[in-house]
C-alpha cells in the first residue's frame, strides 16, 4: 500500500493522539493529589531529588506513599526541608499519615485548609519550627489518633475543638508558647474533657495559666499521663484529679499552684512518677500510702508545714527516687529508708533535719547517692567501704574537721556517664573526617539525635544493664521493621534543667556506610509516633533528630536534580515503546525464576533422604527449611560475638534474617545429634506449636552434617534472670503475677490443646523467656515427650529434667507425666514468690517454705522468705492464695496435685483480688504504658508479641 503525502500528517496525528492516551493511563497518580503535591514541592527547598516529573506515585517520589493513584502517606522525617506548609495540601483528600519531623527550616503557620485532610490519622511535626496559632479546623479531623505538635513556636491557646477528636490517643502539644487556660466543654461548645479515649496529655514547656479545671478530671477519663510542669498555672489541684484511676505519670511541678494536696491522691494506685515540686503548696505533706507502686516522688521547694519525716515512705518498696529538698522537714531520718531495695537517690538537702544519720548495713545494693545537706545533723554512723556518695556539707557534722569529714563535707556530686562501649571487637579509627565508629567497630555516617525521657523512674545515671536494654530494644524496634539499622550508640546521659534525661543516640546503618533517605525517613517515623516503646522504666519520651548531611548525591542541587529528572523523563517516555517487549521478556523470566525459587522452598524436604532411616517428608505447619549457607551468613559466621547460649543441646546463636527479624539458632553438638527420624519427629512435633506463652520454631536446617532449630528471638532473657536481677528489669508483684499467668497459660497449651499432648518434662525458671512487654514463653522443648492417645506419661531410665524441679515419685517409677509438670511449675511459683533458686546451700525452697508458713499469721509468717519486692507490695490475700496453689502443685503425690487447666484458673482468680486483669497481655505494673491499655489500640500491637512460630511474622504497623 502507497500513502500519499497528504496523508501521513494525518497519520502522524492520529498516532500523537494514541501515545497521549497512552500517557494518560500510565500516569499512576490523582490529578488533583500530584497538584497537590507540586504546590508542596514549590513551597520548599531541599526535596528530595526524585521529586521530579509529575508523576510521584508512579514515579516512586521519596516518603511518598501510595494506593490506587491516591496519596495516602507523606512521611519525611530529617530531611532538612525548608519553607512552609502550603494551603493546597487540601487537596491529598486520601491522606492518612503526615510526618515532618525533625525539619528544623520548615517555618509559618498551619494552614486552616488542613482541617480538610478528613481521612488524617496521624498528624506528626515534631521538632519543625512552625509558629502562629494551632488552627481551630484541626478539630474536623475525626479520625485522628496521634497528634504530635511538640518542639515548635506555636502561640495562642489550645484550641477546644481538639475536644472533637475521640479517637485521639496521643496529644502532644508540649514545648510551644502557647497561651491561656486548658479548654473544657459547656453545653454545646467542646474541650479536651471529652477526650475520654485519650491516653497522654503533654501539655509541659508553655506559658499555659489559670486554674487547673476540676471538670477536665473525672472517673470517665482513660489518662495514663498528665504532663503539665513549666506552665504558670495557678490555684488549688482539684480533687477530681483522684478520679482519674488509670493515672500513673504526673508532673504538676514548676507552676504557681497552691493550697494543700488533695487527700484523694492517694486513690491513684497506678501512679508510679508524681513530680509536685517547685510551687508554692502548703498545708501537711500528703499522706500516699495507697501509691504502692510509686518509684519517683518530688515534693521539693514548696511551703508545706514543718513535720517529721514521713512514716509511711519507708513502705513504698518500689521506690528509687526520693526528693525533698525545703520541704520543712525535721526530726531524724529513719534508718529503714535506706534499706528499700531499689532505692538509688536520696535527697533532702536545705530542711532542719537533726540527730544522727544512721545508715542500716541492710542499705539498697542500688543506692548511689545520698544528699542532706544543709540540716541539722550533728553526728554519721559510719561505716567503712559505702558504694556511694554521701553528701553533709552545711551540717554541725562538718564542722568537726578531721579527716572523717573530708569524704563527707564536700560539696560537688559525682558524675555518673555512660558510653556505648564496643561489642567484643577493636575499635576502629576512621580515615573519613565524619565517619564515625560504631558499636561493631565499622566506620559509617551514623543518623544522630537526642532521646528526651520526660519521667524516667531511676536516678542512677550510670547503670550500664539500663542503658543495654534500651540499646537492644532501639535495635530491635528498628530491625523488624525492616529498616537497614547495623547497631545503635547511647552517651552522655544527663539531667536537663527540666529534670528529663536527655541521651545522645547514633544510629549506624547495614551494609553501607550511610543511610538513604528512604532508611532516615523510616528511622524517624518509628521514633516520632511512638511505634518504638523503650523499657518501662525510662517512662515517656520524645525525639529530636538532626538533619542528616550524607544521602548518596546529597551534594547535587535539588533544582538540578529536578531539572535533569524531567529531561531523563522525556528521555525515557519516548524510548517506552521501544523497550517495552523487553521489559516484558525480562518480568516473565523473573516471575518464571521466581515461582521455580518458591517452589523449591515450599518444599525443603526435596532433597530428604527418604531411605529407611529418615523416613517420609516431614509434615510442617508454619515452619520451613533453611540452608546452613543461609543460617552462616545470618549468625556472621556462627560467630562468638552471636553466641547467646549454651546447653545441652549446643549453642544457641543470635541470628539477623534479611527482613530484619531476630531470631535464636540452636546448633546441635556432633554429640547430641538425633537421627533423621528422630530430627524429624521433632520438627513436626515443634512446628504444630502455636501459642503467644509458648516460643514459636521459626524453621530449621538439616544438611551438612548440621541439625539446627530457629526459634523466635525473645528479648528480655529468662525468668531465672529477672529474679536474680540480672536483667536489670524490675519484677514487681503484679508482674510477677502476669507472668505466672503467661507460663501457666503455655503449658496448658500443651498438656490440652495439642494433638498429641506434650510433657514438657524440663520446666523451670530457665526454660521460662520474657519477650518485650515481659509477656512469658515456655521454651526448650528439646526434651518434650508426645502423648499418644493411651498414654498419659512416659517411662524412662535416662534422667531427665533439673535437680530442685523433679517430681519425688519420677525417683520411684521412672514415669514423666503431666503432672510431674505440675510440680515443676509449683516450684517455678516459689521462686517467683521467694526470687530463691530452687537448692541453694543445702536448702530446698519447697520444704523452707513448708517449714516456716503458718497460716494464722498474716502472710503465712513467710515474711523473711518473701522477696523484698513482693513483701510490702503484694496484698495479703494475693500473696497466701499464691502460696497455696504453690503448695497444691508440690504435693508429694502427683494424683493430689492440680491440672494445668485448674492452676490458670486459680491465678486468674489471684489476679483479680489483687486487682489485675487477667486478659491483659502487658506484664507492666498496670495496664497501660507498656501496651496494655483498655479497648484496643493500634499503637500497642507488635507483631513479636503475638508472634507463633509461622515464618515470616505478620507485620502489624500503625495504622
Same mark, same amino acid.
Not at 71 to 83: E, Q
Not at 568 to 583: D, E, P, Q
Given at each position: ?29 490523582? @490529578? ?61 483528600? +486520601? ?9 528544623? +527550616? ?19 511535626? =515534631? ?232 545508715? +542500716? ?126 547497631? =545503635? ?30 532508611? =532516615? ?136 534474617? @534479611? ?223 499464691? =502460696? ?67 515464618? @515470616?511474622?505478620?507485620?502489624?504497623? @500503625?495504622?
Amino acid at each position: 500500500m502507497v500513502l500519499s503525502l497528504a496523508m501521513i500528517p494525518q497519520i502522524f496525528l492520529c498516532f500523537l493522539v494514541v501515545w497521549i492516551h497512552v500517557l494518560a493511563i500510565a500516569a499512576w497518580t490523582n @490529578p488533583g493529589d500530584s497538584a497537590a503535591l507540586q504546590s508542596l514541592k514549590d513551597s520548599w527547598q531541599n526535596v528530595p531529588p526524585n521529586w521530579a516529573g509529575s508523576d510521584p506515585c508512579g514515579s516512586s517520589w521519596e516518603g511518598v506513599g501510595c494506593i490506587n493513584s491516591r496519596v495516602i502517606s507523606i512521611t519525611l522525617s530529617s530531611m532538612s526541608l525548608s519553607g512552609q506548609i502550603s494551603g493546597d495540601i487540601q487537596g491529598l483528600a +486520601e491522606l492518612q499519615t503526615l510526618d515532618l519531623s525533625y525539619n528544623k +527550616e520548615l517555618t509559618g503557620p498551619l494552614p486552616q485548609s488542613i482541617g480538610k485532610l478528613t481521612k488524617l490519622s496521624n498528624l506528626i511535626l =515534631v521538632g519543625c519550627s512552625f509558629s502562629g496559632p494551632i488552627p481551630d479546623s484541626i478539630g474536623s479531623l475525626t479520625k485522628l489518633v496521634f497528634l504530635s505538635l511538640n518542639s515548635n513556636k506555636f502561640i495562642g491557646g489550645i484550641p477546644a475543638t481538639i475536644g472533637y477528636l475521640t479517637e485521639l490517643y496521643w496529644l502532644d502539644l508540649a514545648d510551644n508558647q502557647l497561651t491561656g487556660t486548658i479548654p473544657v466543654s459547656n453545653g454545646s461548645k467542646p474541650g479536651l474533657d471529652m477526650l475520654v479515649h485519650t491516653k497522654h496529655f503533654h501539655f509541659g514547656k508553655n506559658q499555659l495559666s489559670g486554674e487547673i479545671p476540676a471538670r477536665l478530671l473525672h472517673s470517665d477519663l482513660t489518662l495514663i499521663h498528665l504532663l503539665i510542669e513549666n506552665n504558670k498555672f495557678t490555684g488549688k489541684i482539684p480533687d477530681t484529679l483522684g478520679l482519674v484511676q488509670t493515672m500513673e505519670v504526673l508532673r504538676l511541678d514548676r507552676n504557681l499552684l497552691s493550697g494543700s494536696v488533695p487527700q484523694n491522691l492517694d486513690n491513684l494506685t497506678h501512679v508510679n512518677e508524681l513530680h509536685i515540686s517547685n510551687n508554692n503548696l502548703d498545708g501537711l505533706l500528703p499522706n500516699l500510702t495507697g501509691m504502692n507502686v510509686l518509684n519517683y516522688l518530688d515534693m521539693s521547694n514548696n511551703s508545706f508545714n514543718a513535720s517529721d519525716f514521713p512514716s509511711w515512705i519507708p513502705s513504698l518498696q518500689s521506690l528509687t527516687t526520693l526528693v525533698m529538698e525545703n520541704t520543712g522537714l525535721q526530726g531524724s531520718v529513719p534508718a529503714n529508708l535506706f534499706s528499700l531495695y531499689q532505692l538509688q537517690t536520696v535527697i533532702l538537702r536545705n530542711n532542719k533535719l537533726n540527730g544522727t544519720l544512721q545508715i +542500716e548495713t541492710t542499705y539498697s545494693n542500688q543506692l548511689q547517692l545520698i544528699d542532706v545537706q544543709r540540716n541539722l545533723i550533728e553526728s554519721f554512723t559510719q561505716r567503712p567501704g559505702y558504694p556511694f556518695q554521701i553528701m553533709l556539707a552545711g551540717n554541725p557534722f562538718c564542722n568537726e574537721g578531721g579527716a572523717q569529714t573530708e569524704t563527707y563535707c564536700i560539696k560537688s556530686q559525682q558524675t555518673q556517664t555512660y558510653s556505648t562501649p564496643p561489642d567484643n571487637c577493636l575499635p576502629t579509627e576512621c580515615s573519613s573526617k565524619n565517619q564515625i565508629a560504631s558499636p561493631t567497630c565499622k566506620c559509617a555516617f551514623p543518623y544522630t539525635g537526642n532521646l528526651v525521657f520526660r519521667a524516667p523512674s531511676f536516678s542512677n545515671l550510670g547503670n550500664r544493664t539500663t542503658y543495654e536494654i534500651l540499646q537492644r530494644s532501639l535495635v530491635l524496634s528498628f530491625q523488624k521493621r525492616q529498616l537497614p539499622v547495623d547497631s =545503635v550508640a547511647l552517651s552522655n546521659p544527663t539531667k536537663n534543667l527540666d529534670d528529663y534525661l536527655v541521651i545522645h543516640l547514633q544510629v549506624f546503618p547495614s551494609s553501607q556506610d550511610y543511610f538513604n533517605r528512604t532508611g =532516615v525517613s523510616g528511622i524517624g517515623f518509628v521514633l516520632s509516633n511512638q511505634t518504638f516503646k523503650p523499657p518501662s522504666s525510662f517512662g515517656p519520651f520524645f525525639f529530636i533528630g538532626e538533619g542528616y548531611k550524607y544521602f548518596d548525591g546529597a551534594s547535587t542541587d535539588s533544582k538540578k536534580s529536578s531539572s535533569t529528572g524531567i529531561i531523563v523523563g522525556a528521555g525515557v517516555g519516548g524510548s517506552v515503546l521501544a523497550i517495552l517487549a523487553l521489559i516484558v521478556g525480562i518480568y516473565a523470566f523473573r516471575q518464571k525464576k521466581r515461582a521455580e525459587d518458591a517452589a523449591k522452598r515450599s518444599d525443603p524436604f526435596a532433597s530428604w533422604d527418604s531411605n529407611k532411616h529418615s523416613g517420609a517428608v516431614p509434615h510442617l505447619t508454619g515452619a520451613r527449611f533453611f540452608s546452613f549457607e543461609e543460617l552462616k551468613k545470618w549468625t556472621n559466621n556462627f560467630s562468638e560475638t552471636n553466641n547467646i547460649g549454651f546447653g545441652g543441646y549446643g549453642k544457641v546463636y543470635r541470628g539477623t534474617l @534479611p527482613n530484619g527479624e531476630l531470631v535464636a539458632i540452636k546448633r546441635a553438638l556432633q554429640g547430641s545429634m538425633q537421627g533423621a527420624l528422630e530430627f524429624k519427629t521433632e520438627i513436626e512435633l515443634l512446628s504444630r506449636v502455636h501459642h503467644k506463652n509458648v516460643v514459636g520454631l521459626a524453621g530449621f536446617c538439616f544438611n551438612q552434617a548440621e541439625q539446627m532449630l530457629v526459634y523466635e528471638y525473645i528479648p528480655n532473657g529468662t525468668l531465672k534472670d529477672g529474679l536474680s536481677g540480672k536483667t536489670g528489669i524490675r519484677l514487681d508483684w503484679m508482674r510477677r503475677l502476669k507472668i505466672a499467668i503467661g507460663a501457666a497459660r503455655g503449658l496448658q497449651y500443651l498438656h490440652d490443646l495439642v494433638n498429641p499432648p506434650i510433657i514438657h518434662r524440663d520446666i523451670k525458671s530457665n526454660n521460662i523467656l520474657l519477650d518485650e512487654r515481659l509477656n512469658a514463653k515456655v521454651a526448650d522443648f528439646g526434651l518434650s515427650k508426645l502423648l499418644g492417645d493411651s498414654e498419659r506419661g512416659h517411662i524412662t531410665t535416662q534422667v531427665k529434667g533439673t535437680m530442685g524441679y523433679m517430681d519425688p515419685e519420677y525417683y520411684m517409677t521412672n514415669q514423666l507425666t503431666e503432672k510431674s509438670d505440675v510440680y515443676s511449675f509449683g516450684v517455678v511459683l516459689l521462686e517467683i514468690v521467694t526470687g530463691k533458686v530452687p537448692i541453694e546451700k543445702g536448702r530446698y525452697i519447697v520444704r523452707e517454705v513448708r517449714t516456716a508458713m503458718d497460716k494464722t499469721k498474716d502472710m503465712y509468717n513467710l515474711q523473711e522468705i518473701l522477696d523484698p519486692a513482693v513483701r510490702s507490695v503484694a496484698s495479703s490475700r494475693s500473696l497466701e492464695k499464691f =502460696v497455696d496453689l504453690a503448695l497444691k502443685c508440690v504435693e508429694e503425690e502427683g494424683a493430689n496435685r492440680p491440672t494445668m487447666s485448674e492452676v490458670v484458673k486459680e491465678i486468674e482468680n489471684i489476679m483479680e483480688i489483687a486487682g489485675l486483669n487477667p486478659n491483659a497481655e502487658s506484664a507492666s505494673t498496670s495496664e497501660t504504658y507498656e501496651g496494655a491499655n483498655k479497648g484496643h489500640h493500634p499503637y500497642t500491637d507488635e507483631s513479636l508479641f503475638v508472634y507463633s512460630g509461622a515464618y @515470616p511474622p505478620s507485620e502489624i504497623d @500503625p495504622k
